[in-house]
């Protein structure tokens, strides 16, 4: 092999080895970028009956500055629209039912983040910042990350950290604080990538991630009824003002050669926070070349978490006497199976583009209370389909 | 949660350490767009962001922007 093929191979493993998630994104993780890449993604989500839809764009930007530099920058548009569920109610019988908005929400947002990489020979330093606006919600961040390489590039030592300043300016008077509201994020990452063998990567991550300020939704609104189940009040969704939540990520790629050089992707990830609430994901996908380019990618995932300790969908008793509450659904027990399919197709060609890549992919998504783990009784009046559909086209030129 | 945090300590002791030693020349599989831990980083920011948006758990992934994800 020649000495020119070997530093193009060192460098595409150093890639694939020290690939890392940065806290803001992941689209350049360490690698020293000699093209300019342009990436372009159309995404849809849709829940089932009347309920949100949001069209996004993306379009990122990634530019070398010199042997050792890269930067990106990044920019988002979404258009959500449809109903989403305010509260729920109770009858005489005791049957829950949930009372959506109508189909009057229509929302914008937009972000742009950007972020610069350095590379030195066995590390890789990021710096990055973003802010995403809507009507309501502001949101700044900055993050930074570091990653090291040793044990003769088997071993990857990634850390980084993040800050958000969030400012949240409710159109209905809330009274935890007024029409503005501030919340305030840092997380931090410890994690290591590892080189198994020549087919197989294992990365651990560990993510710490504290919250503080205003927490709850001020749009979610909760019933309370007094002993005859006769409804007394409705009140403001009201959260703790803190929030620490701890992540594990356990993520294995295995290369199959008798696949026609398939790769099996498994992560699992555990989460616990001080709302009470444990969570757990696995992630399974495939990804199967087919010749000529084309690639498919099944893939299945399945989500489940408890309810948070201050989570009821109504209450009994008064809002003075409950020193939290909230009838959020995403506070709720439940759990999520997923399934999806991806297609992709990479052409590759002279300069001055010398790569195009085409992703066209769906994902069914299956929201149900007795798909939590250990089972959950609460009934079925939070239950939901939704499905993301994502386009996409990468090009290096 | 205190044997959380020591599983996931010892875990990531043990990734360190029960692994094969692989020569620059023979990481070639490794180096296949399909073997990268995000091979598409546009549509996995999306999917997190999603999920934020949907569920109450976060993290391990790194981060997926800002915004409020409220509805």
Redesign the interface.
Known sequence: MSKRKNTKLINRLTCAALALPGLMHEASAARVEETYDVDVQYGHYEESGQRIKVNTFESAFTIPIGNAMTSMFNFVHDAVSGASPIYNSRDAQGKVTQVMSGASIKEERNMIDANIAYFLDQSTLKAGGGYSTEHDYKSKYLNASWSQDFNKKHTTLNLSGSVAFDDIEPTNFNSDCGNKCTKTTEQVLAGVTQVLNKDALLQTNLTFSNSSGYLSDPYKRVIFYDANNVLTTIASDKRPRDRRQWAGLVRYVQHVEDANRAALHADYRFTTDNWGINSHTVDLSWHQPLGEGWEIVPRIRYYTQGKADFYEPTFTGTPTNTPNYSSDYRLAGFGVVSGGLKLTKTLSSSKPLQYLKLNAGIEYFDHKSRYELGGNDSGSFADFKYYLFTASVNLKF | ?QT??VS?FI??II??V?????P????????????????????????QH??LS??????????T????G??
């Open positions: 949660m959380f945090k996931l875990g990531l990734s360190t029960a692994c094969s030693e692989v620059a020349r023979q990481r070639g599989n490794l180096a296949l767009p399909q073997m990268a831990l995000t091979p598409d980083a546009q549509e996995s920011a999306l999917r999603t999920f949907k569920e109450a758990a976060s993290g391990g992934y790194g981060g922007g800002g915004g409020c409220c509805n």
